[in-house]
């Protein structure tokens, strides 16, 4: 059955760094576009950046660009969001979806999510 | 602020039908396709409808959405008690994506 399971959350300071994984099981993980979505804590939902199968099509938020790098490797099945200058507004549950060539945010699975905390 | 609004709140009693509105504009809603999520507490959103009116398999024909214009819709007939959830909508957006505020349904 298609699991995502991300890790990589934590407590960081305010201009810290942080790398989340997604690790894809139960599907041809290079067949599917992925995406982050994160919600801060009692919010809605965000939605983070996309990236196509072959990684060659990568689109970000404004409230991230520049300081969150979303890659993925598809011999690992592992999708990765590198978020760097962390602020303390980008606290939140960080999930990873699949998602389809076409249907930029058609989410079918959602990984349990990893909490993402900046605080001093 | 989100990018597209949705009432706060909903209610309805059990059986009745409730619908949620999600409003956009020309460049999301007016231009692509909406889908529908539905957060049940402490747990990860799952997708109810998906091209603005179609259901995944599993999803329970109760569920229907609709879009016209810069608007849509996701209506929920027969209500039961486990529709108790955050209810969120969601489009693309030129190069982005954008998601309603969310709307929480009360079953009284």
């Known amino acids: 059955q298609v699991q995502l399971v991300e890790s990589g959350g934590g407590l960081v300071k305010p201009g810290g760094s942080l790398r989340l994984s997604c690790a894809a099981s139960?599907?041809?993980?290079?067949?599917?576009?992925m995406s982050w979505i994160r919600q801060a804590p009692g919010k809605g939902l965000e939605w983070v950046s996309y990236?196509?199968?072959?990684?060659?099509?990568?689109y970000y938020a404004d409230s991230v660009k520049g300081r969150f790098t979303i890659s993925r490797d598809n011999a690992k099945n592992s999708l990765y969001l590198q978020m760097n200058s962390l602020r303390a507004e980008d606290t939140a549950v960080y999930y990873c979806?699949?998602?389809?060539?076409?249907?930029?945010?058609?989410?079918?699975?959602w990984g349990q999510g990893t909490l993402v905390t900046v605080s001093s | 602020q989100s990018v597209l609004t949705q009432p706060p709140s909903a209610s309805g009693t059990p059986g009745q039908r409730v619908t949620i509105s999600c409003s956009g504009s020309?460049?999301?809603?007016?231009?692509?396709?909406v889908y529908w999520y539905q957060q049940l507490p402490g747990t990860a959103p799952k997708l109810l409808i998906y091209r603005n009116n179609q259901r995944p398999s599993g999803v329970p024909d109760r569920f229907s959405g609709s879009k016209s214009g810069t608007s849509a819709s996701l209506a929920i007939s027969g209500l039961r008690s486990e529709d108790e959830a955050d209810y969120y909508c969601a489009a693309w957006d030129d190069s982005w994506g954008v998601f309603g505020g969310g709307t929480k349904l009360t079953v009284l």
């Open positions: 020309s460049s999301n809603i007016g231009s692509n396709y």
């Open positions: 990236i196509s199968s072959s990684g060659s099509t990568i």
């Open positions: 979806a699949r998602g389809r060539y076409g249907d930029y945010v058609l989410f079918d699975y």
């Open positions: 139960g599907f041809t993980f290079s067949d599917y576009y």
